[in-house]
C-alpha cells in the first residue's frame, strides 16, 4: 500500500490497517488521528510532523523509522520496536510506551510527560533534553524495569518519575531536573549527576558509589542506608538531608553544604570534608575514622558517641557543639 492509498481510505473513514506493510513510506504531515496499525511493518518510513494521537501502534515495526516533530500523544505503542528510531522533538504526552524496544533511539528534547514507560528498553537512547516528568519506568507488581544502562539523559526533565530499582549505571544526568524522583533501590554507580537539581529526592538503599554529584541541589534529599563510597559530592547542597546509616567513606565532600543534615551512624571514614558546613548537623555514632575535617563548620552539630579518634580536625569551627562525651564545646 502506497501513502495515497492509505490517506485516501483513512479520509473516506477506514482506520483499521493493522497488519498492512508500509515499510519505507512517506507520511510527512499527514493527518492519522487515531489511525489503527497495529502490528504493522513502518520500519525505515518517514512519519515526520505526522499526527498520530491516540494511534495505536501495538507491536508495529517502527526500526528506523523518522518520526521528528510527529505528535503521538495518548497513543498506544506498547511492545513496539522502535529501535534507532528519530524521535527528536517528537511528542508523546500519555502515550503507553510499555515494553517498547527505544534502544539507540534518538528522543532529543522529547515530550514524554505522564508516558507509561514501564519495561520499556532505552540502553543506549539519546534523552538530551527530553521531559519525562511524571512518567511511570517501573512496575509495581511484576517488579521489571525499564533499562537505562548507558543512555544519555543530560538536562532531561524526569520531575516526580518514580526510577525504583532501575538499571542506572554510567548513565549522565547531568544537569537534569529530578526533583522528587524516586531512586529507591536504584543503580546508579558511576553515574554523572553533576550540577542535576535533586531537591528532596529519595536515594533510601539506592547505590550510587562512584557517582559524580559534584556541584548538585540535594537539599531535603532522603538518602538512608545509601552507598556512596569513593562518590564526588565537591561543592553539593544537602542542607536538611536524611542521611542515617549512610556509606560516605572514601568520598569528596569539599565545600559542601551539610548543615541541618541527619547522619547518625554514618560511615565517614576516610573522606574529605575540609571546609565543609555541618552547621547543627547530627553525627551521633557517626564513624569517622581517618576523615579530614580541616576547616570545617560544626557549630552546634551533635557528636555523641561519634569516632573521631583518627580524624583531621584542624582549623575546625566547634562552637556550640556537641562533643563524642556529651560535653558542650564552649
Known amino acids: 500500500m502506497d501513502a495515497r492509498e492509505l490517506i485516501e481510505r483513512y479520509e473516506a473513514g477506514e482506520t483499521k490497517f493493522a497488519g498492512v506493510n508500509l515499510s519505507g513510506i512517506n ?12 502490528q504493522a511493518d513502518l520500519h525505515n518510513a518517514s512519519l515526520i510532523l505526522t499526527y498520530l494521537s491516540r494511534a495505536k ?3 508495529a515495526n517502527l526500526n528506523g523509522c523518522r518520526l521528528s516533530g510527529a505528535n503521538l500523544n495518548q497513543a498506544s505503542i506498547n511492545s513496539a520496536n522502535l529501535h534507532n528510531a528519530d524521535l527528536h522533538g517528537v511528542s508523546l504526552q500519555s ?28 540502553s543506549g537512547a539519546n534523552l538530551t533534553g527530553a521531559c519525562l516528568r511524571g512518567a511511570n519506568l517501573r512496575e509495581e507488581v511484576r517488579n521489571y524495569y525499564s533499562s537505562l544502562i548507558g543512555a544519555i539523559l543530560c538536562r532531561v526533565d524526569l520531575q516526580g518519575a518514580n526510577l525504583k530499582g532501575a538499571e542506572l549505571v554510567k548513565v549522565d544526568l547531568s544537569g537534569a531536573n529530578l526533583r522528587e524522583v524516586v531512586f529507591r533501590e536504584a543503580d546508579l554507580r558511576e553515574a554523572n549527576l553533576k550540577e542535576a537539581n535533586l531537591q528532596g529526592a529519595f ?3 539506592a547505590n550510587l558509589a562512584g557517582v559524580n554529584l559534584a556541584g548538585a541541589n540535594l537539599r531535603n534529599a532522603k538518602l538512608e ?5 569513593g562518590a564526588d559530592l565537591t561543592g553539593v547542597d544537602l542542607q536538611g538531608a536524611l542521611m542515617p546509616d549512610i ?16 547522619m547518625n551512624r554514618a560511615d565517614l571514614s576516610r573522606s574529605d570534608l575540609s571546609k565543609v558546613d555541618l552547621t547543627e548537623a547530627e553525627l551521633i555514632d557517626a564513624y569517622c575514622a581517618r576523615t579530614n575535617f580541616a576547616g570545617a563548620i560544626l557549630k552546634g552539630a551533635n557528636l555523641v558517641r561519634a569516632e573521631l579518634s583518627s580524624a583531621n580536625l584542624s582549623w575546625v569551627e566547634w562552637q556550640g557543639a556537641t562533643m563524642p562525651d556529651g560535653s558542650i564545646y564552649p
Open 27 to 38: 507520511l510527512l504531515g499527514a493527518d492519522l488521528i487515531g489511525i489503527d496499525l497495529k
Open 57 to 59: 501502534l501495538t507491536k
Open 95 to 122: 502515550a503507553d510506551l510499555r515494553g517498547a524496544d527505544l534502544t539507540l533511539a534518538n528522543l532529543l528534547n522529547a515530550n514524554l510527560m505522564d508516558a507509561d514507560l514501564r519495561g520499556a528498553d532505552l
Open 203 to 205: 536515594f533510601t538503599d
Open 225 to 229: 542506608r545509601a552507598v556512596l563510597t
Open 247 to 262: 556509606r560516605l567513606d572514601k568520598a569528596q565532600l569539599g565545600e559542601a553544604n551539610l548543615s541541618l543534615t541527619r
